[in-house]
């Protein structure tokens, strides 16, 4: 039986690793829709991380959080903490807000098991203006690049539902090919 400190160091390992694979599986795979520092057309790993907080919780903001420094850290950001370090914030914490607004207004079980198609629709659209907007707003702060402007606001936002709607689908089609090779 798994304890409860136990859980969180769980979810907050997995989130911070899943997280990271995914980010570098997404730049291979789509670095050619790269539209400017940190905005790209399909970013798989917002889809990530909506499950990844939506799941568990605090934990899992954190070790996206953690992540997500880390990579801009040691990526093309700039090799400043502050900048870095919010954008490791925003990371961890859009979908975690995210997922607040989403439990107390929405309706979601914790566990999500009445997770139904509006609801994770409503969800992926609140959590990606959540997310684009919150960028946008720090990379404006922080003068990066063009960043900031609406046309970058909007083509996170778009990255981020198509990224969480390509994900969502990947995962659907993973279980379903499961679910026909253990019946079969």
Same mark, same amino acid.
């Given at each position: 039986?798994?304890?409860?400190?136990?859980?969180?160091?769980?979810?907050?390992? *997995? !989130?911070?690793?899943?997280?990271?694979? %995914?980010?570098?599986?997404?730049?291979?795979? =789509?670095?050619? @829709?790269?539209? +400017? #520092?940190?905005?790209?057309?399909?970013?798989?790993?917002?889809?990530?991380?909506?499950?990844?907080?939506?799941?568990?919780?605090?934990?899992?903001?954190?070790?996206?959080? *953690? !992540?997500?420094?880390?990579?801009?850290? %040691?990526?093309?950001?700039?090799?400043?903490? =502050?900048?870095? @370090?919010?954008? +490791? #914030?925003?990371?961890?914490?859009?979908?975690?807000?995210?997922?607040?607004?989403?439990?107390?207004?929405?309706?979601?079980?914790?566990?999500?098991?009445?997770?139904?198609?509006?609801?994770?629709?409503?969800?992926?659209?609140?959590?990606?203006?959540?997310?684009?907007?919150?960028?946008?707003?720090?990379?404006?702060?922080?003068?990066?690049?063009?960043?900031?402007?609406?046309?970058?606001?909007?083509?996170?936002?778009?990255?981020?539902?198509?990224?969480?709607?390509?994900?969502?689908?990947?995962?659907?089609?993973?279980?379903?090919?499961?679910?026909?090779?253990?019946?079969?």
């Amino acid at each position: 039986m798994v304890r409860k400190g136990q859980e969180w160091i769980i979810g907050f390992l *997995l !989130s911070l690793l899943a997280y990271t694979v %995914l980010f570098y599986a997404n730049e291979w795979l =789509t670095s050619h @829709l790269v539209y +400017g #520092l940190g905005v790209n057309w399909i970013y798989l790993p917002a889809g990530l991380r909506l499950f990844l907080t939506l799941i568990f919780g605090l934990p899992g903001a954190l070790g996206i959080a *953690l !992540s997500s420094f880390l990579i801009s850290y %040691l990526g093309d950001f700039p090799h400043d903490i =502050t900048t870095c @370090l919010g954008v +490791g #914030l925003i990371s961890g914490f859009a979908p975690y807000l995210a997922r607040i607004f989403v439990l107390a207004n929405i309706k979601i079980d914790p566990d999500l098991s009445d997770l139904s198609l509006p609801k994770l629709v409503a969800c992926t659209l609140i959590y990606a203006l959540l997310s684009a907007g919150l960028h946008q707003w720090w990379f404006a702060v922080r003068g990066l690049d063009e960043s900031g402007s609406l046309n970058y606001l909007l083509v996170m936002f778009i990255g981020d539902v198509f990224g969480t709607v390509l994900l969502v689908a990947l995962i659907k089609y993973g279980l379903d090919l499961l679910r026909h090779s253990r019946a079969a």
